[in-house]
T-cell receptor
């Protein structure tokens, strides 16, 4: 079985400061990892994904994430937060070895609040 | 990225009626679509996987006779909530993937269902 943990319900950061949203995962095989962002009453927008290759993945809106296999983590980062980054962020995983199940397993979500 | 639409965006219905929600992939063909349910301040829970031209695969605990899924074409999947009750009130989100081992799932904007 695959699972995702987002240990922080909420992250508060001042505008202009770097931000990190944490995610750890558990899969039986190799993982496909994703970050999505959700604004109020909206669907999820794709930010970035890790499949293979470089452990540092760059995505939309200046976000990046670092895959760390030994720590089974995929933390989302941004060097300088904007107020408009305030939203709900979801980490998701799919087991690369799972040929039958293509659905994603989501973490519980982390609300990012960027203060002006 | 690819665009997925959902219709309607919001629906209010009386208890006992049926509601149909459409999910369309606008600029790509989706061999598989997924239906999720999201309760307030909670993560997305997979309800079923919809494969074009075949029966949907439901997650454990999801009543297939209550949540009817049809995936008649490569760009359209529908979810019908039959005999809706207040406890079915939720935010329903679909996603679509173009297929392949490294696919990214793109999400619709969601449908807010309120059953009175």
């Amino acid at each position: 079985a695959q699972s995702v943990a987002q240990p922080e319900d909420q992250v508060n950061v001042a505008e202009g400061n770097p931000l990190t949203v944490k995610c750890t995962y558990s899969v039986s095989g190799n993982p496909y990892l994703f970050w999505y962002v959700q604004y109020p009453n909206r669907g999820l927008q794709f930010l970035l994904k890790y499949i293979t290759g470089d452990n540092l993945v760059k995505g939309s809106y200046g976000f990046e994430a670092e895959f760390n296999k030994s720590q089974t983590s995929f933390h989302l980062k941004k060097p300088s937060a904007l107020v408009s980054d305030s939203a709900l962020y979801f980490c998701a995983v799919r087991d690369m070895g799972s040929t039958g199940r293509r659905a994603l397993t989501f973490g519980s979500g982390t609300r990012l609040q960027v203060q002006p | 990225g690819a665009v997925v639409s959902q219709h309607p965006s919001r629906v209010i219905c009386k208890s006992g009626t049926s509601v149909k929600i459409e999910c369309r992939s606008l600029d790509f063909q989706a061999t598989t679509m997924f239906w999720y349910r999201q309760f307030p301040k909670q993560s997305l829970m997979l309800m079923a996987t919809s494969n074009e031209g075949s029966k949907a695969t439901y997650e454990q605990g999801v009543e297939k006779d209550k949540f009817l899924i049809n995936h008649a074409s490569l760009t359209l999947s529908t979810l019908t909530v039959t005999s809706a009750h207040p406890e079915d009130s939720s935010f329903y989100i679909c996603s679509a993937g173009a297929g392949g081992a490294q696919e990214t799932q793109y999400f619709g904007p969601g449908t807010r269902l309120l059953v009175l």
